[in-house]
């Protein structure tokens, strides 16, 4: 079975950290493009973050520059993001997901693998 599996996601105060994990079953995760998306109740879902295969190039959304980060282990099959400096606005639920294209999308169509969500919540 091709999934994706996220972990680590739970409760933080406001300035703390959390580091999300995506592992990828049956399928090999150096041949895609990853990326992070998140969405809150009445709201699309929003890429964060995404990591190209191949060069490993980057992509951060604005309002989470400088405090994210993503990263992959093609070896251990797994991809993660590294939140700092948590803000209650980075409240949601978080999904990972894979395309085979070497270039990172905002479309959320063009994902082929999808996890099936970590809830992260920032809240004193």
């Known amino acids: 079975q091709l999934q994706l599996v996220e972990s680590g996601g739970g409760l933080v105060q406001p300035g703390g950290s959390l580091t999300l994990s995506c592992t990828a079953s049956?399928?090999?995760?150096?041949?895609?493009?990853i990326a992070w998306f998140r969405q809150t109740p009445g709201k699309e879902r929003e890429r964060v973050s995404c990591i190209t295969r191949g060069d490993h190039l980057t992509v951060h959304a604005n309002s989470v520059k400088g405090r994210f980060t993503i990263s992959r282990d093609d070896v251990k099959n797994t991809a993660s993001l590294r939140m700092n400096n948590l803000k209650p606005e980075d409240t949601a639920v978080y999904y990972c997901?894979?395309?085979?294209?070497?270039?990172?999308?905002?479309?959320?169509?063009?994902?082929?693998?999808w996890g099936q969500g970590a809830q992260v919540t920032v809240s004193s």
């Open positions: 049956g399928f090999t995760l150096n041949k895609y493009t």
């Open positions: 997901a894979a395309r085979s294209d070497i270039y990172c999308s905002q479309s959320l169509g063009e994902y082929s693998y």
